[in-house]
T-cell receptor, first 115, second 114 residues
């Protein structure tokens, strides 16, 4: 149980392109989803938190107009990196949790490379 | 500033050895402490600890939390090459409601040699 699917696993695209990443909870209702970014040899850094049907809460320093998050249902959240540039290249990971004292479960991540 | 510190940052052992990974934390509003194993992809959940002194076990892995000393350890006995991974410690903050943001440590990279 507690499977989180993230798609795509790898994206390579040109600078200026917008990229959409999907995160789905397959066997539970995710009342809250989280988006992280991980640079090589560094730990996960929280970008934003989203509750179903609400606007996302962004961490300090994360541009909400750059990283658009939509959590339209209890099983799906999307992160759109708008007008991506090479400095946006990174490993993006989503996680999801249900209500109560439950752990976050992570997707397999998306490696984004902007040329 | 909330922080989670793991030690050691890396560790090389031989199969069969027992290892202890450390995690200390300083946070303003503690809710729980979690351990994850990260291989090539995203972290997989190992343990969630909320109370002091209660050991959680799963096979050869076990973990315990000391909320007075703000510290947790993850033990792996009879290590195998498949245990090679980065082990992440994270503290969940209690923001009220259902948010529960995680603050991650930098991880301990464990390499188990045959």
């Amino acid at each position: 149980g507690a499977v989180v699917s993230q798609h795509p696993s790898r994206v390579i695209c040109k600078s200026g392109t917008s990229v959409k990443i999907e995160c789905r909870s397959l066997d539970f209702q995710a009342t809250t989803m989280f988006w992280y970014r991980q640079f090589p040899k560094q730990s996960l850094m929280l970008m934003a938190t989203s509750n179903e049907g609400s606007k996302a809460t962004y961490e300090q320093g994360v541009e909400k107009d750059k990283f658009l998050i939509n959590h339209a249902s209890l099983t799906l959240s999307t992160l759109t990196v708008t007008s991506a540039h090479p400095e946006d290249s990174s490993f993006y990971i989503c996680s999801a949790r249900t209500q109560g004292a439950q752990p976050q479960h992570f997707g397999d991540g998306t490696r984004l490379s902007i040329l | 500033e909330d922080k989670v510190v793991q030690s050691p940052l890396s560790l090389v052992v031989h199969e069969g050895d027992t290892v202890t990974l450390n995690c200390s934390y300083e946070v303003t509003n503690f809710r729980s402490l979690l351990w994850y194993k990260q291989e090539k992809k995203a972290p997989t959940f190992l343990f969630m600890l909320t109370s002091s002194g209660i050991e959680k076990k799963s096979g050869r892995l076990s973990s315990i939390l000391d909320k007075k000393e703000l510290f947790s350890i993850l033990n792996i006995t009879a290590t195998q090459t498949g245990d090679s991974a980065v082990y992440l410690c994270a503290v969940e903050l209690n923001y009220g409601g259902s948010q529960g943001n995680l603050i991650f440590g930098k991880g301990t990279k464990l390499s188990v040699k045959p």
